[in-house]
Each structure stands twice: as C-alpha cells, then as structure tokens.
C-alpha cells in the first residue's frame, strides 16, 4: 500500500480501453440534470403530449384529440407517456 495522495484514482484497463476507442458513456443521476436546467419526467411529457396535441397532421387535424390529451397527462408513469 502506497502512502503516496494520488490526484485522482487509478482507472480501470477497462475505462481506459472506452475512453480511447471512443465508446465510453457517461450516465449522470437526475440531480445533476435538473442542476443544468433539465426537465423532470413530468414536465417533459407534459410538454410532449402538448406538442401532440397542437401539432397538425398534413390534413390539419391534431396527433392525438383532446380526451388522448387528457388521458396521457394523468397518466403518473410519465417514461410510459413519453414512449407512447
């Protein structure tokens, strides 16, 4: 064991292998996301389910009708909502 203050960890052959071929992926928690002014599950399906519902088809009606509206804003599984 060393009693040398390294300045950062020893990183893994594997992370290193990611990061110079170009496949590392960085997953952050959501505390980190709203801190940079993302938005939550909610208001992001809100706002998609919005978009639905003012967006017009070629034939000038909307995506979804006002009682899909409805529906999907109460649905609490917001992930489900957006994948809808």
């Given at each position: 064991m060393s009693s040398k203050i390294t300045p950062w960890p020893p990183l893994?052959?594997?992370?290193?292998?990611?990061?110079?071929?170009g496949s590392l992926a960085v997953f952050i928690g959501a505390g980190v996301s709203r801190l940079v002014g993302c938005l939550t599950w909610g208001e992001l399906s809100?706002?998609?389910v919005n978009r639905c519902?003012?967006?017009?088809k070629l034939d000038g009606s909307s995506l979804i009708n006002y009682k899909e509206k409805n529906t999907l804003i109460?649905?609490?599984?917001?992930?489900?909502?957006?994948?809808f």
């Open positions: 893994h052959k594997e992370i290193l292998n990611a990061v110079n071929n809100k706002k998609l519902f003012t967006e017009k109460q649905n609490s599984d917001h992930k489900k909502t957006i994948k």
